[in-house]
């Protein structure tokens, strides 16, 4: 059962434009949505993260919006550069009970740059 | 500050064979996990714990075993290998139950069973 759905499975864009990721959950449970950025031979890093009680929120070229009625969350890349080439994850998670900051992570989707 | 650190980075396993993949951190955290990368399959949790002396399985447990040796270290153990077990395998840590949940994977380990 994949409980986070992600797309598209890869993107190319061009430098300068925005790329655009959307991942769908199913838990009404999740309460915690991390963007992990993911670079060959390397382990996944914490991109941006957002929580429920805002709709979206802001880190640099980075943006999470965030639809909770539509449990949809997606991730913008604005001015896209080639260094951004890289696989991204949306995941899920909720931090009370017995989660243990166990991550649901979508497919992920490779993007890459091109100058 | 090493952060998440596994060993090896990679291993080459004939069907049947057994190995131990290591993992230790050094930020104090007190949940670890594994999880395996397949592509087109997300990153997919193994077993975690969530304390020092617990563990517990994850979405994809079978084939596996783990020991959480200390609060530092977190070791996971495919006993008999099998193809379906070649993969991608990270290990993660945090600091669950505080405002701050950021998990911190190592580099990985790349394991091919033939």
């Known amino acids: 059962q994949q409980q986070v759905k992600q797309s598209p499975q890869s993107l190319i864009v061009q430098k300068g434009g925005i790329s655009i990721i959307n991942c769908a959950y199913e838990?009404?449970?999740?309460?915690?949505f991390p963007w992990y950025q993911q670079f060959p031979g390397k382990g996944p890093a914490l991109l941006i993260a957002?929580?429920?009680?805002?709709s979206e929120k802001k880190e640099g070229r980075f943006t999470i919006s965030f639809n909770k009625s539509a449990k949809q969350f997606s991730l913008h890349i604005m001015d896209s550069q080639p260094g951004d080439s890289a696989t991204y994850f949306c995941?899920?998670?909720?931090?009370?009970?017995?989660?243990?900051?166990?991550?649901?992570f979508g497919q992920g989707t490779i993007l890459t740059v091109h100058p | 500050n090493a952060g998440v650190t596994q060993t090896p980075k990679f291993q080459v396993l004939k069907t049947g064979q057994s190995m131990t993949l290591q993992c230790a951190q050094d930020?104090?955290?007190?949940?670890m996990y594994w999880y395996r990368q397949d592509p087109g399959m997300g990153l997919r949790l193994i077993y975690y714990?969530?304390?020092?002396?617990?563990?517990d399985k994850g979405e994809v447990p079978n084939g596996y075993n783990v020991s959480r040796l200390n609060k530092r270290e977190f070791s996971l153990r495919l006993e008999s290998a099998a193809p379906s077990q070649t993969s991608v395998y990270f290990c993660?840590?945090?600091?669950?139950?505080?405002?701050?949940?950021?998990?911190?994977f190592g580099q990985g380990t790349r394991l091919t069973v033939v």
């Open positions: 957002i929580r429920p009680d805002v």
């Open positions: 714990s969530a304390s020092e002396g617990t563990t």
């Open positions: 995941a899920a998670s909720h931090a009370g009970g017995t989660s243990y900051g166990k991550l649901t």
């Open positions: 838990n009404t449970a999740f309460d915690y």
């Open positions: 993660a840590s945090s600091e669950w139950g505080t405002p701050n949940t950021e998990a911190f």
């Open positions: 930020m104090n955290h007190n949940s």
